[in-house]
């Protein structure tokens, strides 16, 4: 019995090629998109899990809660909170740090720019990262050791062991005093003492050098690591709790030990536990559920997950419709045979397994197809998503049976309902005419249709609104020029005595229009510290941005001064000598007198105009109060998805951190050049870190205009799909229509009569999609446009646009057909009966 | 073997009411041959498919042998089907997918007592039985019409049934062909087969012993033709 129903499937198959193909089409491409999606999320789901004994740490991250402004969530922690936490609460059975540096490493005579992990020197028996070489439990028993990536031995000493070999490590000098001419150009030979096998893409850790804080190339100061309990620092705190631990029990206790750290006159009458609010992430989770600022590594997100998990689903729905639209349409191509077979004694519940294994048997040849899809185009698909995704059937057999099982529940719920229709032909009716009536509920055909270009027109709108915002993020005014900047890391390196000698050789270059120092640069805002700031006088207290610039840095970047005047160095006002705000020694006035800018948000939230700003006293921080001397227009530092925050503008030399070149465009490799030749003159221990400002704007919608690409991409196959469902059922159609067609000829009927008549029959299910999609397709894209401060408003335009260009698509998909059985003799169709 | 008491069938809907069939008494005997004729329209295919048990009455009994076929599910129906009764069709319908002998062979592919080999056998015989053997591996669309109702014809019998219904199958045929397919008939009748066959043929009604006249539903006449 197996081999009849296979032979008749497989002679079924090769005779109706046209509808074969179009199954099997469109199954092969939906189950090929629902295989990439699933490698995706699965991808994405795998982050961490593969780290040995990661099962009960945690990253204990921190959200600054301050007066006047939104929650401020960080992907850190301060640092003294892990040894408190292991002093103090018995469920932390281990902690370790890990601190990004930036650190020129010297290997002979060259030079390399590197983030390098300064971790606790127990760092690899909590965090067990695989090592080639060494031991991790001795790899830092020596403090002035470092452990090297696979990849970054090869770049320093090619193929010889790296075991044993020196490298010297120069700090950025950014936590020196700036008079300590030692510190900042101290080099530090390391012995590597261990190699890390290179860290897979899917981990949130970015680790390829690390060496221990026991070492002296550790530029954390000591004062940090013990009393810094209101700032970070790029500290990446990890805390391994003991089996059947809560992490809410542990983050409970916090809150003494946080009171007992820093007294309300540090924070202007707050608590420490009312200014900071913790979270326990579990390590497995940090990559998707930390949108916090400043991870190692660009997050994912649930939101992605569960949105690209729906659409991999409604790809597959929409194939799946196609196939049971496609075979309960044809059904009447096998009444005869049906019935026949019901006559020589076959129950229904032969029939029904009958065409449930053809449905089967094709989702199987399209499962194949699509796995050779998988395998030819995955290489591309990891190049646009920039992973290494692999699909091997032996290693990944899980994966594949489940994907095989997915394929049959599949087949098998697109089959039944075919199955059922054509097993419930009743055999008198067809055997005397061999013919049946319409097969199956053409409200149901219809509804099938309906649906699936609901999704694809969905889809088509989601794709638009996406595309849309991108675009009017780009083009945003952002209150300041970001063409043609150059930005330098690592100005700390330079001694004081050469900054302004740097910058005077800079600027005798023709093609370097201008540079400015600061501790924040647009899109960059890591070192630039918040302090609530308030008019003096006034109790309304909020927290600002202390962003530290020279004078020139709002000319470089086009600000635009609303009122009063720059900072300027003629004015001996106008520099800071000790942090502004937190004056030293404590309670002395030495900020009064002392002039900022503000921004136009500042003077708004102060409650003045801009002109009506200029003059005012703000007070702030432990006893500071500072003139404003000027007001800038807003401007888009955090970027384009966050609200412009108030920001105070301070020259704190003390405190520049980097350095903005603006140069002229043409000749831009000479000038860069120019810019490296310059920094090496100057500081020749430590190699230079420069990039472009615009690279950093182009990496801000990166991930965005990949998740528009890819719903292009789905779009396309949705309607694809959705067009060859509509292209075989339009042609089944027309056929069924022949005998009406001519009759109509007969009488009267032109081609473009008969041709509106088959469009206008296939135009309602499109219409009607538009009717169900756009409300759930306006939902979810407003709540989308939420997320972001600067949005687009939903254009009726996007909607109606969408919903016409899949009315037009569908049209052209079957006037072919309408054209074909317009155009046909009348005398041909009268005789088809 | 088939006896009809006050049988009629009645099919409606929302609007209409058609009665198809009309208090019809008949009884056919064991290894009699009935032709049943009467004008289009007059319930010939009804009363073929509600003997078939392809259709089922509105009101009335039906009693094939010792059952009665009344309130049976199509499952035990299918059943009673394919072991006693086989079918002949005015328009063949034969499988275009399927070759002769795999037509043939449909009919044995429900009866899952037949082993493979049997089938085969079987299959064979039929073929030879209507000569249409050298035709095995042909398809139906390769076939003379009379070619194709001999096929069906075969797969009719290939199960050995003790009933065959044939509705007007010699309606697609030329003469030569039709008188063919009546011999073989006769052929089956005089083996012991039961016949009931629908035509619109009155030298085709000749072969059988009675012939049945319907009109609007009901039975006007019955003429015997030959002695059983």
Known sequence: ?833 | MITLKHLSKVYRTTEIETVALRDINLEVAAGEFIAVMGPSGCGKSTFLNIVGMLDSPTVGEYWFGAQNIAGRTETELSGIRKNSIGFVFQSFNLIDELTVTENVELALLYHSDISRTERKDRVQTALDRVKIGHRARHMPQQLSGGQQQRVAIARAVVSKPKLILADEPTGNLDSVNGEEVMQLLTELNGAGTTVVMVTHSHAHAEYAHRIVNLLDGAVVTENIRRIL
């Open chain 1, 1 to 833: 019995m197996f081999n009849h129903y296979l032979i008749t499937a497989l002679r079924n198959f090769a005779r109706y090629k046209l509808y074969s193909f179009i199954n099997v089409a469109g199954l092969s491409v939906g189950l090929t998109c629902a295989i990439f999606i699933a490698l995706f999320l699965r991808d994405e789901l795998s982050y961490d899990k593969w780290i040995p004994g990661s099962a009960n740490l945690y990253r204990v991250e921190l959200t600054f809660q301050m007066p006047g402004r939104p929650a401020w969530p960080l992907a850190t922690a301060p640092f003294p909170l892990l040894q408190a936490m292991q002093n103090e609460i018995p469920e932390v059975k281990t902690t370790a740090h890990l601190v990004p540096e930036s650190k020129t490493v010297a290997v002979g005579n060259r030079q390399f720019a590197e983030t390098v992990a300064v971790v606790d020197p127990n760092f690899l028996q909590v965090i067990k990262l695989p090592l080639v070489s060494g031991d991790s439990a001795t790899v830092f028993a020596h403090p002035e050791s470092i452990v090297l990536s696979q990849s970054t031995a090869r770049k320093y000493f090619g193929n010889a062991d790296p075991l044993g070999k020196i490298v010297t490590v120069t700090g950025s000098g950014i936590m020196c005093d700036r008079s300590d001419t030692m510190c900042i150009a101290a080099a530090h030979p390391l012995t590597v003492t261990g190699v890390l096998r290179d860290l897979p893409p899917n981990t949130h850790l970015a680790a390829d050098l690390l060496l221990p804080n026991s070492s002296a190339a550790d530029e954390l100061a000591k004062g940090f690591r013990d009393k810094a309990w209101t700032s970070t620092n790029g500290s990446y705190d990890y805390v391994e709790l003991v089996p059947g631990a809560e992490p809410q029990a542990v983050l409970a206790k916090l809150t003494s030990i946080l009171d007992r750290t820093v007294g309300p006159d540090g924070l202007e009458g707050m608590r420490v536990s009312q200014l900071e609010k913790y979270h326990l992430t579990p390590f497995w989770d940090v990559h998707l559920t930390s949108d916090n600022l400043g991870g190692m590594t660009p997050p994912g997100s649930w939101t992605t997950v569960h949105g690209f998990a729906i659409i991999g689903l409604l790809i597959l729905v929409v194939a799946c419709f196609n196939f049971m639209n496609l075979a309960t349409a044809r059904a009447t191509l096998r009444a005869r045979e049906i019935s026949l077979r019901k006559v020589v004694g076959a129950t229904r519940s032969q029939l029904i397994v009958q065409f449930l294994g053809e449905a089967l048997l094709m989702t199987l040849l399209s499962l194949a197809i699509a796995l050779a899809l998988v395998e030819i185009l995955l290489p591309i698909y990891d190049s646009f998503l920039n992973r290494s995704i692999t699909f091997n059937y032996l290693s990944d057999w899980s994966f594949l049976a489940a994907t095989v099982a997915c394929a049959i529940t599949a087949g098998a719920l697109s089959g039944v309902y075919p199955a059922l229709v054509l097993s419930g032909f009743r055999p008198a009716a067809v055997l005397k005419t061999s013919t049946a009536s319409q097969t199956g509920s053409g409200i149901l055909r219809s509804a099938l249709v309906v649906a699936q270009f609901s999704v694809s027109i969905g889809l088509g709108i989601a794709a638009i609104v996406v595309f849309s915002q991108i675009r009017f993020a780009r083009n945003m005014d952002l209150g300041f020029k970001r063409d043609g900047v150059v930005i330098l890391r690592g100005i700390t390196a330079l001694l004081p005595s050469a900054s302004e000698g740097f910058a005077q050789a800079l600027r005798s270059n023709p093609k370097i229009a201008d540079v400015a120092f600061s501790n924040g640069v647009p899109f960059d805002l890591f070192n630039v510290s918040n302090t609530p700031v308030q008019i003096q006088g006034k109790t309304q207290a909020f927290s600002a941005h202390i962003v530290d610039i020279s004078p020139d840095f709002p000319s470089l970047y086009g600000m635009r001064l609303l009122a009063g005047r720059m900072l300027s160095r003629k004015h001996g006002q106008d520099t800071f000598e000790f942090y502004p705000f937190y004056s030293l020694p404590p309670d002395s006035d030495v900020d009064i007198g002392r002039n900022v800018l503000i921004n136009e948000a500042a003077a708004h939230r102060f409650g003045y105009t801009a002109e009506e700003a200029v003059g005012k006293t703000i007070a702030g921080g432990r006893n500071g109060r500072v003139t404003i001397a000027g007001v800038l227009g807003n401007s888009m530092l955090d970027g384009v998805k966050e609200s412009i925050l108030p920001a105070v503008y301070v020259d704190f030399p003390e405190r520049y951190t980097l350095l903005s070149i603006r140069i002229h465009s043409g000749e831009v490799a000479k000038t860069l050049a120019y810019i490296d030749k310059t920094w090496h003159s100057f500081v020749p221990s430590s190699a230079i870190q420069r990039y472009l400002l615009n690279d950093t704007f182009d990496g801000l919608f990166k991930a965005d205009e990949k998740q528009g690409v890819l719903f292009g991409l789905f779009v396309g196959i949705a309607i694809s799909i959705s067009c060859l469902g509509l292209f075989g059922v339009a042609a089944f159609t027309a056929e069924r229509r022949t005998k009406e067609i001519g009759i109509r000829k007969v009488f009267g009927a032109r081609t473009r009569d008969v041709v509106r008549l088959l469009l206008w029959q296939f135009s309602i299910p499109v219409l009607i999609a538009n009717a169900v999609a756009w409300p759930i397709a306006y939902y979810y894209l407003h709540r989308w446009l939420e997320g972001y401060a600067y949005r687009i408003s939903l254009n009726p335009l996007y909607f109606i646009g969408a919903g016409a260009a899949a009315l037009v698509i569908a049209w052209v998909t079957i006037v072919s057909h309408a054209l074909r059985v317009a155009q046909s003799n009348p005398i041909r169709a009268l005789r088809y009966e």
